[in-house]
């Protein structure tokens, strides 16, 4: 079973910039859509960005559109999150999530509930 695996996590001041990154304990990372969500404590898990498999279509959220990339590396297996201008607001976990269908349109949409495999989360803090 595919099970995605965060890293990047940390505490930066307003302003900085953080790159997280999304493996798969299989592999096979390279052959779904993969979105990153965010949470905080009491919310809903929120959309963040999405890419398609072949890299080629990506989504962001309105709150980080401009501040943040995704990207992935097929070859590596790897997706990537590039997050800069960090924001206090921007504080949360960060989980990545893959559709194992192979669709792109729950992610594309930030629809937490069509994801299938969920990686365990990683802390992003922005003090101001």
């Known amino acids: 079973q595919l099970q995605p695996v965060e890293s990047g996590g940390g505490l930066v001041h307003a302003g900085g910039s953080l790159r997280l990154s999304c493996a798969a304990s299989?592999?096979?990372?390279?052959?779904?859509?993969v979105g990153w969500f965010r949470q905080v404590p009491g919310k809903e898990r929120e959309g963040v960005s999405c890419?398609?498999?072949?890299?080629?279509?990506?989504n962001y959220s309105d709150s980080v559109k401009g501040r943040f990339t995704i990207s992935r590396d097929n070859g590596k297996r790897m997706v990537y999150l590039q997050m800069d201008n960090l924001k206090p607001e921007d504080s949360a976990y960060y989980y990545c999530?893959?559709?194992?269908?192979?669709?792109?349109?729950?992610?594309?949409?930030?629809?937490?509930?069509?994801?299938?495999?969920w990686g365990k989360g990683t802390l992003v803090a922005v003090s101001p």
């Open positions: 299989d592999g096979n990372l390279q052959h779904y859509a």
């Open positions: 999530a893959v559709d194992g269908t192979g669709n792109y349109y729950y992610c594309a949409a930030g629809r937490a509930d069509g994801m299938d495999y």
């Open positions: 890419i398609s498999d072949s890299g080629l279509h990506t």
